[in-house]
């Protein structure tokens, strides 16, 4: 495992963190009353916040069976969250036990939880690092201890590029991840969107904004320039909810409305 030892992880609770609020829509108890407080605070703006992380998870299952099916044995997960069961690499290594899996994440209690995230198969192995997805320099060059950059790896940013702004390079650090893999690999992202209520979005970023954190919620075209030179797999972009629904079962939402989220997988080279 790269980073640092669990023992020694310090959690600052003073603030709200993505990855914990995240665990807590999904019914987790690895957050914090700072993060519940925001969270209940961002489903009184939108209830639907505990559909969107459930379908976000489900696209993500979805998403690892279809890259099993067409032969990926390596992965490469940035922004993974805290351990929800079936995680990417248990998924993965039923497909294919010689499954290989990189987490990474820079939530220090994701580090604490780190032993949940490498029990891999004897055929297969999983590592986790300590790293934030905004240095890509450092996470391709700890990844290459544990996967072969030489041969196709699914790059998966899920429900990650929203909270990298613009500004703090997020075109730049996809490229700069893309540019290191192997033709054959594929590119797997979704990404929470404003595109059906601006007015909620613009409410949205400022409840981030005021907590120190960063949420940019982009439209349909802004998410598809992420794939720029990529070849997008049916059905390109799409909502969350409808990339391939037919390889897991029904998430249940609440209400008739689209969940505001964008998916996508694309193939390298």
């Not at 009184?44 to 279809?66: C, I, K, Q, S, Y």
């Not at 079936?86 to 899996?101: C, E, F, G, K, T």
């Not at 990650?160 to 033709?183: C, K, N, S």
């Amino acid at each position: 495992m790269t980073g640092q030892d669990p023992a020694v992880v310090r959690i600052d609770t003073s603030k709200p963190h993505p990855a914990r609020m995240y665990d807590w829509f999904l019914g987790g108890k690895d957050n914090y009353p700072v993060d519940e407080e925001m969270a209940r605070q961002l489903l009184a703006l939108e209830p639907r916040g505990r559909d969107m992380a459930r379908v976000n998870r489900a696209f993500m299952h979805r998403a690892t069976h279809w890259l099993g099916d067409t032969g990926i044995r390596q992965y490469l997960d940035i922004g993974t969250g805290i351990p929800t069961e079936p995680n990417l690499h248990q998924i993965a290594q039923r497909a294919a036990p010689d499954s290989r899996v990189v987490y990474c994440d820079n939530d220090p209690i994701v580090l604490a939880h780190a032993e949940a995230l490498l029990r891999s198969t004897p055929e297969g192995a999983t590592e986790y690092i300590q790293a934030d997805a905004r240095d890509p320099g450092t996470i391709l060059e700890a990844a290459g201890k544990v996967l072969d950059f030489s041969r196709p790896v699914a790059l998966s940013m899920l429900a990650l590029l929203h909270f990298v702004d613009d500004e703090d390079g997020a075109y730049d650090l996809v490229e700069r991840l893309v540019a290191r893999l192997a033709p054959g690999s594929y590119l797997v992202l979704s990404h929470t969107t404003g595109d059906f209520d601006p007015e909620k979005a613009v409410q949205a970023r400022a409840m981030y904004s005021a907590r120190g954190l960063t949420l940019r919620l982009r439209s349909r075209e802004e998410f598809a320039r992420f794939f720029a030179g990529l070849e997008l797999v049916g059905p390109g972009v799409s909502l969350t909810a409808d990339w391939h629904p037919e390889l897991g079962e029904a998430v249940a939402v609440t209400g008739d409305d689209p969940i505001p989220g964008y998916a996508g997988v694309a193939r390298v080279g």
